[in-house]
């Protein structure tokens, strides 16, 4: 099976918050990511999250690790029409500096 | 700085041929990656170069090889093109292989007919 598993679709409403989950299978994962992208471009690194943490926030980014469930969330708060775009969740393991992507979530949002 | 610059942005190539992609990493990283990213897929690592040498390989086979050169930009080329590596090749560059920080490239649309 995917090492890094993602819903492949989510449709939200300008102004609401978005959730996108992820969900990964290797416990010796050290850094876990979000990336972004848009169009016909590469991907952005949108944050990232070392696994010691719970949360971090970063401006209406919040991301939540739950290392025991092996689940890893993006909050995008005051969601707009320009978040839309696919949201890739990876994580690298330790020893390893190569981030293993999941499939994307395509994130959309209407007016 | 720039960022990461990939050339060319579209390519057609018939099954059987040879492609050449290349990638020049953004100022001061000295590690390329190339991904291979299918449609309605996430991207696939192929492999990593750091100062020069291969770094770390996917699971691909040998007709995808590399370079890196001394001024840390990339190649990747494919031989005997089949129809299912058309596909969109990103290459990330960072610094000393840092876990964090990889800067993507807009990619090369490879299209195999």
């Known amino acids: 099976g995917e090492d890094v598993e993602q819903s492949l679709f989510l449709s939200v409403r300008e102004g609401d918050s978005s959730v996108i989950n992820c969900t990964y299978t290797?416990?010796?994962?050290?850094?876990l990511y979000w990336y972004k992208q848009e169009p016909g471009a590469g991907l952005q690194l949108l944050t990232y999250?070392?696994?010691?943490?719970d949360m971090k926030q970063d401006q209406r980014l919040t991301v939540l690790l739950n290392k025991k469930d092996k689940h890893l969330s993006l909050r995008i708060a005051d969601t707009q029409t320009g978040d839309s775009a696919i949201y890739f969740c990876?994580?690298?393991?330790?020893?390893?500096?190569?981030?293993?992507f999941g499939r994307g979530t395509s994130l959309i949002v209407h007016p | 700085e720039t960022g990461v610059t990939q050339s060319p942005t579209h390519l057609i190539k018939t099954r059987g041929q040879q492609v050449t992609l290349r990638c020049s990493s953004q100022s001061g990283h000295n590690t390329v990656s190339w991904y291979q990213q299918a449609l309605g897929q996430g991207p696939q690592f192929i492999f990593q170069?750091?100062?020069?040498?291969?770094?770390g390989r996917g699971n691909f086979p040998p007709r995808f090889s590399g370079l890196q050169f001394p001024n840390y930009s990339s190649e990747l080329n494919v031989n005997a093109l089949e129809l299912d590596d058309s596909a969109l090749y990103l290459c990330a560059s960072s610094f000393e292989r840092a876990n964090y920080g990889y800067t993507f490239g807009s990619g090369t649309r490879l299209t195999v007919v």
């Open positions: 999250i070392f696994s010691n943490m």
């Open positions: 990876a994580e690298s393991i330790k020893g390893s500096y190569i981030p293993t």
């Open positions: 170069y750091y100062r020069e040498e291969e770094n």
């Open positions: 290797d416990s010796s994962s050290t850094y």
